[in-house]
């Protein structure tokens, strides 16, 4: 099956910097990788997402890049902000059904 | 609109108890996923709902799990003789598509802690 693994397990980062988060996947066959955002107390919320046939994909301050050859992807926070703290978290998806493999999830810090 | 919601928010039992936790997904969501997880861990899928029927039934860890669907609608996850490493937060998610590739939105969970 789908194995996903993500690094680093804690990052922390002064308000205003950059923030990369990166994950790779085994199976070749996923096509779906979308990036949640959970903070304490609530359940994961989409913050972006990729098809396998995208290279990268931008929404505001998020980027979001795949390399399919590699079978890694990565989430991209600029200009961060205190309110971005929380724990984030990467998956991917090769069933027709979107059953999500999940990352061991990424706890970001950012100082004020 | 509402969002997808679980109850109870939390569920404190005595080991070999029986629970039951609830999930009413957005209204016309026609997928259901429950997911789980572990104190410091990512989440690890359960068990996948199409309408009614489960067709991924994959990720239940025991047959001491079981899940349910009625109406295409609200879901039950059912966990007898619970066990200490039951303990986790369980998290429901629908989707408005069958197909893959389509966001998936989660409830807050239910955080149970088996004693």
């Known amino acids: 099956g789908e194995n996903v693994e993500q690094h680093p397990s804690t990052l922390s980062v002064q308000e205003g910097d950059s923030a990369v988060i990166k994950c790779t996947y085994s199976d070749s066959a996923s096509n779906y990788f979308p990036w949640y955002k959970q903070e304490l107390g609530k359940g994961p919320q989409l913050i972006i997402d990729?098809?396998?046939?995208?290279g990268e994909k931008k929404d505001q301050r998020i980027a979001v890049t795949l390399n399919k050859t590699a079978k890694h992807f990565s989430l991209h926070i600029t200009e961060t902000q205190p309110e971005d703290s929380a724990v984030y978290f990467c998956a991917a998806s090769s069933t027709s059904y979107g059953k999500l493999t999940f990352g061991q999830g990424t706890i970001l810090t950012v100082h004020p | 609109g509402a969002g997808v919601s679980q109850s109870p928010s939390n569920k404190v039992t005595e080991k070999g108890k029986d629970v039951e936790l609830r999930c009413d997904p957005i209204s016309g969501h026609t997928a259901l996923y429950w997911y789980r997880q572990s104190l410091g861990q990512g989440l690890e899928f359960l068990i996948y709902f199409q309408g009614n029927s489960a067709p991924d039934k994959s990720g239940l860890p025991s047959d001491r799990f079981s899940a349910e669907r009625t109406g295409g609608s609200v879901s039950t996850l059912t966990i007898q003789r619970t066990q200490q490493e039951d303990s986790a937060v369980y998290l429901c998610a629908s989707s408005l598509d069958l197909a893959g590739g389509v966001e998936q939105f989660f409830g807050p969970g239910t955080r149970l802690t088996v004693l």
């Open positions: 990729i098809r396998s046939n995208v």
